[in-house]
């Protein structure tokens, strides 16, 4: 008889602790990943949101030594050219400005990336620029992770 309370003891604790992990979505790898936003040296993502459409909003700083103008914006599952946005006329950003963006993201076969709420978009974000006091154009690239709201 002691030797199946004790055992019961045991096997009520695990269940506990099982109910408890599970409850608070241990099991869920995706749950616990948090937005990120990465770019090169002398751009900083400020925010990041992504609606269900694809619509990525981004609050992109710029502490460049110079002042430069955007000339297009890319958000692509894939670290490719194609699929920018062009803005005309370029959006000029001064040095530690920061200017919001609103552009689509696209999926690995070039269609516009769409995703139910809290899942994740993974890919990358593509900033064209030229720098005014030297007027070569600049490509810089980053990583975004955000989970769509």
């Known amino acids: 008889m ?4 004790t055992y019961g003891w045991a096997f009520l604790i695990i269940a506990i602790v099982m109910g408890a992990l ?14 990120e936003c990465i770019l090169q040296a002398g751009f900083n993502c400020l925010s990041a ?17 110079s002042t430069i103008n955007i000339t297009a914006i890319g ?14 006329p370029n959006v000029t950003m001064y040095i530690d400005a920061n200017s919001t963006f609103t552009v689509q993201c696209y999926t ?11 899942a994740l978009f993974e890919g990358s974000l593509i900033v ?16 975004i992770i955000a989970r769509i709201s």
Do not use: H, W
């Open 49 to 65: 949101y992504m609606a269900e459409n694809g619509l990525l909003t981004i609050n992109l700083l710029q502490a460049t030594q």
């Open 22 to 35: 599970i409850a608070s979505n241990a099991f869920n790898p995706g749950q616990g990943v948090s937005q």
């Open 75 to 88: 958000c692509n599952e894939e670290p490719v050219l194609t699929e920018m946005e062009g803005f005309k």
């Open 2 to 5: 002691e030797y199946l309370i």
């Open 128 to 143: 064209n620029y030229t720098d005014i006091s030297t007027g070569f154009p600049q490509v810089i690239y980053g990583k």
């Open 108 to 118: 690995s076969t070039g269609a516009a990336f769409s995703g139910r709420p809290g």
